[in-house]
């Protein structure tokens, strides 16, 4: 039972293996990378990721502490400046682990590179960024949706307008019908208000001449004619006004017709008159 024996023994002695530790965590602070064994670089990360986190530190406690398992001054450099400047933002994770496909020739065992993440050996770092700016395509159907619903919106925006439009224009054509009906119905009563005035001077021109009844009569008619070819021009609205002024003017002509046949007798009186004192 191996109660309190954690950890890969990796087939040596504690010294031997502290001092393999020691040297490959140097070595890879130093230059960035190493290969080895797949069982020697999942022991190496947990002690090199430790290192790290002294060097963010920065304090005199963590040199230190640092310098108690690093005994290179080059290491020691690269982990107080680079490292701490690069991974200031990273809370873990500092190292990557690579399986190799080939083993090793004399016993067999898998091959692995540990490396540090940003490093000059570090090519997966600037292969990963490249993938994912050529995954960001996958992220188009939600670009194609917010799209094609903005297409929508903009259509059912132009039929509102568009309707909005229509119902503006046939409200416009309405008042304009309106208004030329109006214009139309002022017309066909000012042209019924000037065809009585024109009887009327006919009558009072012929009554003047001394023209006969009967003529004056036949006038009328035909001003009266002219009034009903006018009135087929104008529309209904108007006939109802029109109407209500031939009566009008009717009541007019009658008694001037009788006031003309008074007339006419004065004028046979005083003919006749004449003869009488002559007798």
Known sequence: ??????????????????????????????????????????????????????GKQGDLNARRQ?????????????????????????????????????????????????????????????????????????????TVLKEVSEE?????ESHSITESGTQQTGKKETAQSKSEIDSEVTQGNDEAEATPSVQVDVVEEKSEAGDSPTEQVDVTEETNKSVEVKDEEVPAET??????VKEETKAEVIPENNETESASEQVAIEKTSPEKKAD
């Open 66 to 142: 640092a310098l108690r398992f690093v005994k290179s001054k080059e290491a020691m450099s690269q982990l107080f400046e680079d490292l701490a400047d690069r991974y200031k933002e990273r809370q873990g994770g500092y190292s990557r682990i690579i399986k190799l496909g080939k083993n090793r020739l004399g016993d067999n065992s898998e091959m692995a590179i540990v490396q540090l993440l940003g490093s000059d050996a570090d090519q997966l770092s600037s292969l990963k960024s490249k993938t994912s700016k050529r995954k960001q395509p996958k992220k188009k159907g939600s």
């Open 1 to 54: 039972m191996r109660h309190l024996k954690a950890g890969n023994r990796l087939g040596v002695t504690t010294a031997h293996r502290r001092a393999m530790i020691r040297n490959m965590v140097t070595s890879i602070l130093e230059n960035g990378q190493i290969t080895c064994t797949l069982a020697r670089a999942k022991a190496i990360r947990k002690p090199l990721e430790k290192m790290i986190t002294w």
């Open 152 to 156: 929508v919106q903009t259509e059912s």
């Open 239 to 244: 006939k109802v006004a029109t109407k209500e």
